[in-house]
């Protein structure tokens, strides 16, 4: 899968060094996925939730923070769209964002 918008991981780990080994991690395994489905995604990544409208939720480090992404297979692209704390998260609507 091609990641868009990597550069928010690593802006948001440059500011949060605690989660950089979690999300370098993630980045690694995504690029060398080839997901067709969710199913795909869940045999990848236990802990990912589907939220409606193409958006999947990420726990990172052991939910220490969530990762929102859009997820495409036919391009098969990731579109990073909202990483932070659980608490942060918990004010967002996931499935809009």
């Given at each position: 899968?091609?990641?868009?918008?990597?550069?928010?991981?690593?802006?948001?780990?440059?500011?949060?060094?605690?989660?950089?080994?979690?999300?370098?991690?993630?980045?690694?395994?995504?690029?060398?996925?080839?997901?067709?489905?969710?199913?795909?995604?869940?045999?990848?990544?236990n802990?990912?939730?589907?939220?409606g409208?193409?958006?999947?939720?990420f726990?990172?480090?052991?939910?220490?923070?969530?990762?929102?992404?859009?997820?495409?297979?036919?391009?098969?692209?990731?579109?990073?769209?909202?990483i932070?704390?659980?608490?942060?998260?918990d004010?967002?609507?996931?499935?809009?964002?």
């Open positions: 899968m091609r990641i868009i918008a990597e550069r928010t991981i690593r802006e948001y780990y440059e500011k949060n060094p605690q989660a950089k080994t979690a999300l370098e991690d993630w980045v690694t395994i995504v690029k060398k996925s080839q997901w067709r489905s969710f199913s795909d995604i869940k045999a990848t990544f802990s990912v939730d589907y939220v409208n193409q958006h999947y939720v726990n990172i480090k052991g939910n220490d923070y969530r990762m929102v992404v859009v997820i495409k297979f036919t391009p098969k692209f990731v579109l990073i769209r909202f932070g704390t659980h608490k942060e998260y004010r967002i609507d996931c499935s809009t964002i």
